[in-house]
């Protein structure tokens, strides 16, 4: 799929997503009159941006979750609520899959993920089974909601992936040594192809939302609209989920024609940890006005306090492997 034919998926869904009701916070409609647009360029991709001026704590985006699943490699946790589970805790009576003992609001595990799950022919599954169960629901649950829908396959498909680059990593090693011959041998998944496996996994790594409510829910969920804002370690916008739906809204004043950013990593652990995580997980290397600074625009959260003046901050380099320097006495510190 090219990049015009990508574009359009992308707006035909975003013109389908009907207006939401944000128990009487705002209603926003992401139709033509959305505060928000799909935007491209080469260098860059799609990404959202601004269609006005919009202030601080206006709702961008209010999206629905197409697929959403356990963290990969997790411990136990409910399939049908996503709540991680302590013991004692209970199982599906056909699959016996971990579930909790009372009865969810939520029911994510369904019937042909259940007959799926039946085939391992487990009674009492092991921490290490349950952890990649988990990591192999992610494709699972993706191909049976496309089973369902098939219109769902070209707008999973066409986002961000880096399928082909993973491929020559450890995780790439893992998918085709675990994760594909447990779909496929054990699970009776035949029909799932090698690549839509590699591509899923992909998707979700790179493109999908971690999710945590107050309830205790915790996992991953794909949101198409969502994924298109672009990384900023000094992000314009917040988020939340609640309620199944993924809410997006302005943290900062937003100009007309700006993206809207947000931070694919935690924003509260310095540069050289982001950029790290960033790197392994999201497969590029982030240069925004925060990684850019070595004070990180004055917040400091990599310096340390100085051992020789005792009142400076020793701040890293513009450049790795260069000495870090206390911006008072000017002692500096070997990388």
Known sequence: MDSSDSLEVMEAYMRLVAPQDLNGIQKNSLSSKSSVRISQNEEV??????????????ILLCETPLVIAPQAGAGPTCLHCLKYLHEPYGSCKQCSAPLCLETCVNKYHTQAECQALERLGEKDWSLKLIAIVNAALTPLRAWVAIEENKSLSPLIMTLQSNAKERKKLPI???????????????LGQASIEDEFIHRCCGVFDTSAFKIETVEGEQGRALLPLAAMMMHDCAPNSDHWFSEGKFIVRAALPIKYGEAITISYTVCLIGTQSRIKHLSITKLFTCTCNRCKDPT???THISSLRCRTCKSGLVVPPEINNEDWQCNECQVKLPQ
């Open 45 to 58: 991709g799609r990404y959202l941006t601004a269609t006005r001026d919009i202030a601080a704590g206006e």
């Open 172 to 186: 790439g090693a893992f998918i085709k040594a675990v994760i594909i011959p447990l779909l496929r041998d054990r």
């Open 296 to 298: 990180e625009l004055g």
